[in-house]
């Protein structure tokens, strides 16, 4: 694996990439909303093995090792600024062909570079992305700030973010939990997806109901299937990380 900072129209971005295969896609994994390269642990390298898929892991700017935000103030549109961002990466990088594997935030920005940037997208792999805002993702989210203000989640967040945490978390929630972001909502995008998707979701995911799931199935202009998992909340591939990998290898290997 290959270790650096790369920068990315002035963004200056940490990422890790392996390029071991010839003539095979890239696995792109895409963090969630207080996500980085090292809380993705061992599932990437996992899973490009039983695919036999080049990998590419990176910390979105104010995450992880990346440069920080320069404010924590988000616009409506900050994933479709996201998967903008994402297409500058892999134009720097030279890659081609794309599987997307995104989580929460990650998901969604996934889905938007699929529709945007179909050219380069082989397949996505949205586990618990959001097409819409629910009164469930208010209140997850509002939680979990309760969380960082009552509890050790700011130390454990320091651990993988260093500095950014409180920038970091602030421009999560407040994004969130504003009332001009209640409108958001990407289905209109949906048509435009014409790469494989796999979406998966944990039945008791507390950002979002399956009608994410739904929704996002009848509207892209690809094939779909989805993997809803009993008993699961919003990480399944921490949850239930076998699982996962096995049903995201089957998924990838019958696409290439």
């Known amino acids: 694996m290959e270790r650096r900072i790369i920068d990315v129209n002035g963004k200056k971005l940490y990422a890790e990439y392996s390029n071991s295969y010839e003539n095979k896609p890239t696995i792109v994994f895409l963090h969630d909303s207080l996500g980085s390269v090292e809380l993705w642990r061992d599932f990437p390298e996992k899973l490009a093995a039983e695919t036999e898929c080049n990998i590419l892991i990176y910390d979105r700017l104010g995450y992880g090792q990346s440069f920080p935000m320069p404010t ?7 994933m479709e600024t996201e998967a903008d ?6 134009k720097v990088l030279n890659i081609r062909e794309a599987i997307l594997f995104g989580h929460s935030d990650g998901g969604t920005i996934a889905l938007i570079t699929a529709a945007k940037y179909p050219e380069k997208i ?24 309760h969380a ?35 409108d ?4 209109y995008l949906l048509k435009d997806i014409y790469a494989p998707l796999f979406f998966i979701q944990g039945e008791n ?14 509207g892209v202009s690809g094939t779909s299937e989805k993997l809803i998992i009993p008993g699961i909340g919003h990480t399944p591939h921490k949850e239930v990380p076998e699982m ?8 990838i290997s019958s696409i290439i």
């Open 72 to 78: 924590y103030e988000r616009e409506n549109n900050y």
């Open 85 to 90: 961002v994402l297409n500058d990466l892999l």
């Open 122 to 145: 082989t397949a996505v792999i949205c586990e618990a992305g959001h097409i819409f805002v629910e009164d469930v993702t208010v209140k997850g989210v509002a939680n979990a700030l």
């Open 148 to 182: 960082y203000k009552t509890t050790n989640l700011s130390d454990r967040l320091r651990k993988y973010h260093g500095n950014h945490v409180e920038i970091m978390v602030k421009a999560w929630t407040e994004i969130w939990l504003s009332g001009r972001f209640r």
């Open 184 to 187: 958001w909502n990407i289905e």
């Open 205 to 218: 995911d507390e950002y979002g109901t399956l009608e994410q799931v739904q929704k996002t199935l009848s």
């Open 244 to 251: 996962v990998l096995k049903k995201s290898a089957e998924f």
